[in-house]
């Protein structure tokens, strides 16, 4: 299945310049752990980085720097770590692995967001399957018991 098909296309996002005590109100207003940066560029929004209610605890409020004084972009470091609408969900989850994020932005052909990706997703996809793989046992079971009584 392609990551576009799975992702959740619902994504807060914020501009470089947002503040980091505006990005906390984002996230609790929309209750999300989360925010996409992006720039717009000629009416496009590609991603920039992530920036996480993490993030916010452990460079912001343990280092007792005033929210309201630093921005989401001054947060992100490097390059952000995307993945195409077409690239395979387990694909996806082998890249976050290598990249060590646990929320990823999907990306159009255009490098525009298109969703976000995260750890938790996977969980929940992971027990949908299993709860399918026990049910197949347990038809398998019976089906063997009424077969070979």
Same mark, same amino acid.
């Given at each position: ?5 799975? !992702? ?9 310049? *947002? +503040?980091? /005590?505006?990005?906390?109100?984002? %996230? ?5 752990? !989360? ?14 980085? =992530?920036? +996480? $209610? ?6 912001? &409020? ?8 630093l ?9 952000? @770590? *995307?993945?195409?609408?077409? @690239?395979?969900?387990?694909? +996806?989850?082998?890249? %976050?692995?290598?990249?060590? !994020? ?6 159009? $052909?255009?490098?525009? =967001? @298109?969703?976000? =990706?995260? /750890? $938790? ?9 299993? *709860?399918? &793989?026990a049910? /197949? %046992?347990?038809?398998? &079971? ?8």
């Open positions: 299945m392609p990551i576009g098909e799975f !992702c959740n296309r619902e994504v807060v996002i914020a501009d470089p310049a *947002t +503040t980091v /005590l505006e990005a906390a109100k984002l %996230m609790r207003r929309h209750h999300v752990g !989360c925010l996409v940066v992006v720039e717009s560029l000629a009416g496009a929004r590609r991603p920039v980085g =992530v920036v +996480t $209610d993490r993030d916010l605890v452990i460079e912001v &409020l343990a280092q007792e720097v005033a929210p309201e004084k921005t989401v972009g001054d947060l992100i470091a490097g390059d952000v @770590a *995307t993945v195409g609408t077409g @690239a395979g969900v387990f694909d +996806t989850l082998h890249y %976050m692995r290598e990249h060590g !994020c646990r929320r990823m932005p999907v990306v159009d $052909d255009s490098g525009q =967001v @298109a969703g976000i =990706v995260a /750890l $938790d997703d996977y969980v929940g996809l992971f027990a949908e399957e299993l *709860t399918e &793989l049910r /197949l %046992m347990a038809v398998e &079971l019976d089906r063997e018991g009424k077969q070979r009584p």
